[in-house]
Each structure stands twice: as structure tokens, then as C-alpha cells.
């Protein structure tokens, strides 16, 4: 009942912020043209470009509004979604360590870990950038523990 359309109405509002961000960019683009792009049979249901978004290679042999829909713009969609989907599951997790419906990762140090961890690396390691989300994770974790 009440859960099925809240649900429902959760995967409306993704979809509809999910293309509205596909218009969005340097190359301008109408809703209707992102949506005609997203939904061409075409490229939708063929396995090579499916393949091509799923392991990360870029897509060729599309329009230029198509080429920067699905070798940029939808990737950065899709990566946002499972963030979220990330970030709500740690979330649920410290809630359900601290027994505390108003957790954050404050509370257990999680934060300050990887905060002082980051300083480290900034200031001891400058040419390790690339590695600083692992650092900074590596960071909350031992502050957690």
C-alpha cells in the first residue's frame, strides 16, 4: 500500500532528475532530444553499447548528442544513483551500531579519522593524490575501530 507508492514515487523523482541532468551541459539539449537519445531502440537495446556502458569503454558510432549522453553525461547519472544507494546504507549502519536514529559519522569518529588521515597524506605524501579516498577511508576505519 503506502509503501509500494512511496517506492513508486521515489523511482519517478530519480528518473525525472535523472533526465533532467542529461540535458544539462556545455552542449545544449531540449528535454525531448535527451529523452528521444536515452530511449532510441537503436542504442538501447544493443548489447555492444550496453557491454560498452557497463564496462566503462566509450561507446562509438553514435551522434554527437548520443556520444555525449552515453559516453558522459548518463555515466554520471548512474554513478550518482549508486552513491546515493551507498551513502543510505552506511547511513542505516551507523544508525543501527549507535542505536540512535540521529547518528552521523561524528559521532564515532568516523569522520575525524579520515579527516586527520587526509591531512597526513596531504602534507607527508603531496604526489599520492590519487590514492587519498583509499587513505581517507583507511582513516575512518581505524578511528572506528
Not at 41 to 66: A, C, Q, R, T, Y
Request: one cysteine or more; glycine letters at 12%.
Amino acid at each position: 500500500g503506502q509503501l509500494a507508492t512511496v517506492c513508486l514515487g521515489s523511482v519517478l523523482i530519480i528518473l525525472a532528475c535523472g533526465l533532467a541532468q542529461v540535458t544539462f551541459g556545455a552542449y545544449k539539449m531540449t528535454v525531448s532530444q535527451a529523452w528521444q537519445t536515452v530511449l532510441d531502440p537503436d542504442i538501447l537495446f544493443n548489447f555492444e553499447v550496453m557491454k560498452s556502458l557497463f564496462f566503462g569503454e566509450p561507446v562509438h558510432g553514435l551522434s554527437s548528442s548520443g556520444s555525449i549522453i552515453w559516453n558522459g553525461r548518463l555515466p554520471r547519472v548512474f554513478v550518482a544513483i549508486l552513491v546515493g544507494m551507498n551513502l543510505s546504507v552506511s547511513g542505516a549502519i551507523f544508525q543501527a551500531i549507535t542505536r540512535n536514529e540521529l547518528a552521523s559519522p561524528f559521532i564515532l569518529g568516523v569522520s575525524s579519522g579520515a579527516g586527520l588521515m587526509i591531512l597526513v597524506v596531504l602534507v607527508v605524501f603531496p604526489g599520492m593524490l590519487m590514492w587519498l579516498p583509499i587513505f581517507a577511508a583507511v582513516g575512518g576505519a581505524g578511528a572506528f575501530l
